[in-house]
Nanobody
Framework: QVQLVESGGGLVQAGGSLRLSCAAS????????MGWFRQVPGKEREFVGD????????RYADSVKGRFAISRDNAKSTVYLQMNSLKPEDTAVYYC??????????????WGQGTQVTVSS
């Protein structure tokens, strides 16, 4: 079993930056693909990006490409989401996820509780 805890969310002005962290306990993250998602109340959860086990492959949603960057420190069992040039439409609860289900692009076995990011205009 893996427990994921996100942190780093908060209120920021448009154009600003935040770095989210996702720390794992229970098991090391080094064997897992990791993903970041976000959700606005009343809408479906949206894929933000993911990173392979070694960090060699990263994918991003078109809406964040060039502004967000995912990295990981397997020694610390932590994954990061660096968010730059934030826009009001980036406002959402951000979730990290671990252990992508084989054959699935966006389904993961473990999820964090989420951290709120609010971008003011």
């Amino acid at each position: 079993q893996v427990q994921l805890v996100e942190s780093g969310g908060g209120l920021v002005q448009a154009g600003g930056s935040l770095r989210l962290s996702c720390a794992a306990s229970g098991r090391t993250l080094s064997g897992y693909d990791m993903g970041w998602f976000r959700q606005v109340p009343g809408k479906e959860r949206e894929f933000v990006g993911d990173i392979s086990r070694t960090g060699g492959v990263r994918r991003y949603a078109d809406s964040v490409k060039g502004r967000f960057a995912i990295s990981r420190d397997n020694a610390k069992s932590t994954v990061y989401l660096q968010m730059n040039s934030l826009k009001p439409e980036d406002t959402a609860v951000y979730y990290c996820a671990a252990n992508r289900i084989p054959g699935s692009a966006y389904q993961y076995l473990y999820w964090g509780q989420g951290t709120q990011v609010t971008v003011s205009s």
